[in-house]
């Protein structure tokens, strides 16, 4: 997995478009290549329902309103029983690509923004991009990118795991 931060500037153009979450002055950005093609990759990541497929920290997804719906909601239960709520900002099949912002969660940032987007990589593979900008809240920012790029990571690993071509 690769880690890039985003120029501030940047971060902000790309999360805060068509919103009303204010981006955050920190981010972090992670790429891994996945051994299928995006097309199917998408039919699990696409689903703004299923974070608790792919990602081992979320045991279970309520979903409130329609997956692929701009204002859809998503509440979270995690592996610490802890609760997230995040809102869909932007969704587009086509360019398999969707954003979401963090309405309410225990995590220490504020004005967490995210877009999660799957392009075609060499011999039928996939590169997954995960950005998020945000605010540190209770503890450094040093800190809090490292919360945020640990959860990525963790993701983007079971992801990539479920797709391994053997």
Request: hydrophobic content about 40%; overall charge positive; proline content about 4%.
């Amino acid at each position: 997995m690769k880690t890039r931060t985003l120029p501030l500037g940047l971060a902000g153009i790309l999360l805060a478009t068509g919103s009303c979450f204010a981006a955050g002055a920190l981010s972090v950005e992670r790429e891994v290549t996945i051994d299928n093609s995006p097309a199917t990759v998408w039919k699990l990541v696409g689903n703004f329902n299923a974070l608790d497929v792919w990602h081992p920290a979320v045991l279970e997804s309520e979903l409130q309103g329609k997956a692929g719906q701009v204002g859809a909601r998503r509440r979270l239960t995690l592996d610490d029983g802890a609760t997230r709520l995040e809102k869909l900002l932007s969704y587009s099949a086509t360019q398999r690509s969707y954003s979401y912002a963090i309405v309410e969660s225990a995590l220490p940032v504020a004005n967490y923004k995210a877009t999660i987007t799957l392009t075609p990589a060499d011999e039928g593979r996939t590169l997954m991009t995960w950005r998020s900008t945000f605010d540190a809240k209770g503890v450094s920012d040093e800190q809090a990118t490292t919360i945020i790029g640990g959860l990525q990571d963790a993701g983007m690993a079971k992801l990539r795991a479920n797709f391994k071509q053997p």
